[in-house]
């Protein structure tokens, strides 16, 4: 595969995108595989937390990062590495036709046949546009796994420029109405 990245150690902790770190992504993927634990209803995988999470920058095309999650099997290892990429580039290219109806998942060009899978999505986020691409959960709970990522992903970059709007600092409801929305 053309675009195939795998970032190790420290050069790993340097990559960043919108500001936000590779220790960010870490530890929500720890939390949101934690809580994904036990949604599968396939036999034997209720447990199941592991696979490959892979960060694209959404406007170039160019792999942030992929990096494992979890205990990997040894014949599973290259197969689920091989599919995150796969999905973020395929949906990078379908983003990239500008098409009135592009796809924003890749479960809208899954091709089981193919071994093409949902379980990548796009976000764009205005100043930043990234894919997160997930393998190694059924396809379903890897994109259900990437849209809470990338809801995390949009309030961090989201809060501090509403904060830079005045009218966020001298308006006394704005809190208020914010924390029960």
Known sequence: MKNTF????????????????FEFFL????????????MSDIQGRENDRR??????NGITGEIIFTVPFGEIPEDK?????????????????????HLPNTHTSSFQSRNEE??????AVYFDLHSTVI?????????????AMMLVLGDKVKKLIEEPLL???????RNPYFDKLLKKC
């Open 6 to 21: 795998f970032s190790t150690g420290i050069e790993m902790l340097s990559r960043k995108i919108a500001g936000l770190s």
């Open 27 to 38: 530890s929500q993927m720890s939390k949101i595989l934690d809580n994904a634990r036990g």
């Open 51 to 56: 696979g490959y999470l892979t960060l694209m």
């Open 77 to 97: 290892d290259e197969k689920y590495f091989r599919f995150s990429q796969e999905k973020a580039s395929r949906l990078f290219s379908q983003v990239n036709l």
């Open 114 to 119: 193919e071994e093409k899978y949902g379980g």
């Open 131 to 143: 894919i997160l691409s997930f393998s190694g959960m059924p396809e379903l709970i890897n994109e």
């Open 163 to 169: 904060r830079k709007i005045e009218a966020c600092e």
